[in-house]
């Protein structure tokens, strides 16, 4: 009786060991994606600064005018809108060049904490989990393919 209850608990048990592992196993993030998100957010970073040094800038900044790490590669576009209406600063956004972009899109929430600026283009607004979804500035709301990845900012000191 003792060998039954021995092999039928250590059977139970590598079931939840087997079923634990595989639920860590599909909640790590790929390494491309966690390198896609890191990349976005030292891109972001760069536009931002720029955006905080001529703050009446409107359009896209060219990747050479960035303060950029050597090793940077950007897949990303980006575009800056002067706040305007006496309210100093900037809204930055960057977004990928293409929708597969939107596949590290869970670690890029991650980074922004939860933000609603950081999420998914979708018919011109940004979505993202829990959020209620942002509008995008009308220069990009139909330029920006639904899927691709978008962060935004406000730059003001």
Same mark, same amino acid.
């Given at each position: 009786m003792y060998v039954i209850?021995?092999?039928?608990?250590? %059977?139970?048990?590598? +079931?939840?060991?087997?079923?634990f592992d595989s639920e860590a196993m599909l909640s790590t993030?790929?390494?491309? #994606?966690? #390198?896609?998100?890191?990349?976005?957010s030292v891109y972001r970073q760069a536009v931002v600064s720029y955006a905080l040094g001529k703050p009446t800038f409107q359009g896209r900044v060219a990747a050479s005018a960035l303060s950029l790490p050597d090793a940077q590669t950007a897949p990303w576009q980006n575009y800056v809108v002067p706040n305007g209406g006496g309210?100093? %600063?900037?809204?930055?956004?960057?977004? +990928?060049?293409? @929708?597969?972009s939107g596949a590290a899109a869970s670690q890029v929430e991650q980074l922004a904490q939860g933000s609603a600026f950081a999420g998914v283009a979708f018919g011109g607004y940004v979505q993202s989990p +829990? #959020?209620?979804?942002? @509008?995008?500035?009308?220069?990009?709301?139909?330029?920006?393919?639904? %899927?691709?990845?978008v962060w935004m900012a406000q730059a003001y000191e």
């Amino acid at each position: 009786m003792y060998v039954i209850w021995t092999i039928v608990i250590l %059977g139970m048990l590598t +079931g939840a060991y087997a079923l634990f592992d595989s639920e860590a196993m599909l909640s790590t993030p790929s390494a491309i #994606n966690v #390198n896609l998100a890191d990349s976005m957010s030292v891109y972001r970073q760069a536009v931002v600064s720029y955006a905080l040094g001529k703050p009446t800038f409107q359009g896209r900044v060219a990747a050479s005018a960035l303060s950029l790490p050597d090793a940077q590669t950007a897949p990303w576009q980006n575009y800056v809108v002067p706040n305007g209406g006496g309210v100093t %600063g900037s809204l930055v956004v960057v977004y +990928g060049v293409s @929708p597969s972009s939107g596949a590290a899109a869970s670690q890029v929430e991650q980074l922004a904490q939860g933000s609603a600026f950081a999420g998914v283009a979708f018919g011109g607004y940004v979505q993202s989990p +829990g #959020n209620s979804p942002v @509008p995008m500035p009308p220069q990009l709301a139909s330029s920006v393919p639904d %899927g691709t990845l978008v962060w935004m900012a406000q730059a003001y000191e």
